[in-house]
T-cell receptor, first 117, second 113 residues
Framework: GAVVSQHPSWVICKSGTSVKIECRSL??????MFWYRQFPKKSLMLMAT?????????EQGVEKDKFLINHASLTLSTLTVTSAHPEDSSFYIC?????????????FGPGTRLTVT | AQSVTQLGSHVSVSEGALVLLRCNYS??????LFWYVQYPNQGLQLLLK??????LVKGINGFEAEFKKSETSFHLTKPSAHMSDAAEYFC???????????FGTGTQLKVEL
């Protein structure tokens, strides 16, 4: 149980284009999803927290107009990198959490490698 | 506010030797603590977690960790390293009950023959 998938697993796009990454909870309902960015040999940096049906909360320094997050259902959240540039190249990982008391554990997706050329 | 410090960005052990990965945390509220493992180009897999109760927690693959409040530590150990343990390990803290995770900078574990 508690499986999270991401699609695509890797994507290459040209500078100036937009790319969408999907995060799905396959066997549970995720009221909260998190998006992280990981640079090579670095830790995970939380970009934003999204709750189903409401606007995402972005961490300081993360451009909300560049990284659009939508959490339209209890099993799907999307991250759209708009007008991507080479510096946006990174490994993006999502995680999902269920609702309820004691719901502290996050389940992580396998990540999406984005390369902007 | 919360933070995590992982001492040693790289740790190398011989196969069969003890694995010790260090993690110290800072939290203004009783913490929830986690250890995750990441293999190349993959997401994170939970090894073990501490929330409340017994301070010695056992996880998957023979790993365990002990929560020591007085030392604000949550070190990860495994009695005997295996080649398959070679990976990146992250310690993380949550400020209790559903708050966001703060990760340490990670420790790359290398296991040598």
């Amino acid at each position: 149980g508690a499986v999270v998938s991401q699609h695509p697993s890797w994507v290459i796009c040209k500078s100036g284009t937009s790319v969408k990454i999907e995060c799905r909870s396959l066997d549970f309902q995720a009221t909260t999803m998190f998006w992280y960015r990981q640079f090579p040999k670095k830790s995970l940096m939380l970009m934003a927290t999204s709750n189903e049906g409401s606007k995402a909360t972005y961490e300081q320094g993360v451009e909300k107009d560049k990284f659009l997050i939508n959490h339209a259902s209890l099993t799907l959240s999307t991250l759209t990198v708009t007008s991507a540039h080479p510096e946006d190249s990174s490994f993006y990982i999502c995680s999902a959490r269920t609702a309820g008391t004691g719901s502290y554990e996050q389940y992580f997706g396998p990540g999406t490698r984005l390369t902007v050329t | 506010a919360q933070s995590v410090t992982q001492l040693g960005s790289h740790v190398s052990v011989s196969e069969g030797a003890l694995v010790l990965l260090r993690c110290n945390y800072s939290s203004s509220v009783p913490p929830y603590l986690f250890w995750y493992v990441q293999y190349p180009n993959q997401g994170l897999q939970l090894l073990l977690k501490y929330t409340t109760g017994a301070t010695l927690v056992k996880g998957i693959n023979g790993f365990e960790a002990e929560f020591k409040k007085s030392e604000t530590s949550f070190h990860l150990t495994k009695p005997s390293a295996h080649m398959s343990d070679a990976a990146e390990y992250f310690c993380a803290v949550s400020g209790g009950g559903g708050n966001k995770l703060t990760f340490g900078t990670g420790t790359q574990l290398k296991v040598e023959l």
